[in-house]
T-cell receptor, first 111, second 117 residues
């Protein structure tokens, strides 16, 4: 599995935008970029995923670099409920692949 | 998105007993389910991949005789921790996969916290 690199932790103020970076320099052409988040004592929650183009949904936006070697998850207005560990994961679209979780980024949101 | 449930959400047991954890896909059929384990302050670690009607595939270092997985139907997989010991105390999370022609999506359960006394 191609590897991702994320900062261990980040801090944000409430109601401000948050940009969570992820580097994946060894990404292959068929790897999707996924973001999940995990709140304390809960299972991972799907946030967003993309392949080449930027993506938007009600939770967040995903900005993918043109060379696909990095991406950024954007939370437009952080709330206290967004405090979680955010995981950037690559997964090939092939059927046999599962998710391999790295350490993720622990996001703290300050009131 | 699709819903995956786990039961129980938390369990406390005595050392030496066995504990069964259920994972259900509530509104879809999952040919493949995954079991993860997460120790405090650590990331999720895949334990095994479970395919309906066949034997589970275990990751290296996971004892298949200790962690029994049964995937008897397209909506239910069970993980049984046999002869549990305190070092088995962990957060166990299951995940179920939906397959389509274009993409595979995977949804996670809420987790089961196991404490072995």
């Amino acid at each position: 599995d191609a590897k991702t690199t994320q900062p261990n932790s980040m801090e944000s103020n409430e109601e401000e935008p948050v940009h969570l970076p992820c580097n994946h320099s060894t990404i292959s052409g068929t790897d999707y970029i996924h973001w999940y988040r995990q709140l304390p004592s809960q299972g991972p929650e799907y946030v967003i995923h993309g392949l080449t183009s930027n993506v938007n949904n009600r939770m967040a936006s995903l900005a993918i670099a043109e060379d696909r070697k990095s991406s950024t998850l954007i939370l437009h207005r952080a709330t206290l409920r967004d405090a979680a560990v955010y995981y950037c994961i690559l997964r090939d679209r092939g059927y046999g692949q599962n998710f391999v979780f790295g350490p993720g980024t622990r996001l703290s949101v300050l009131p | 998105g699709a819903v995956v449930s786990q039961h129980p959400s938390r369990v406390i047991c005595k050392s030496g007993t066995s504990v069964k954890i259920e994972c259900r896909s509530l509104d879809f059929q999952a040919t493949t389910m995954f079991w993860y384990r997460q120790f405090p302050k650590q990331s999720l670690m895949l334990m095994a991949t479970s395919n309906e009607g066949s034997k589970a595939t275990y990751e290296q270092g996971v004892e298949k005789d200790k962690f029994l997985i049964n995937h008897a139907s397209l909506t239910l997989s069970t993980l049984t921790v046999t002869s549990a010991h305190p070092e088995d105390s962990s957060f166990y999370i299951c995940s179920a996969r939906i397959s389509s022609e274009s993409y595979n999506e995977q949804f996670f359960g809420p987790g089961t916290r196991l404490t072995v006394l």
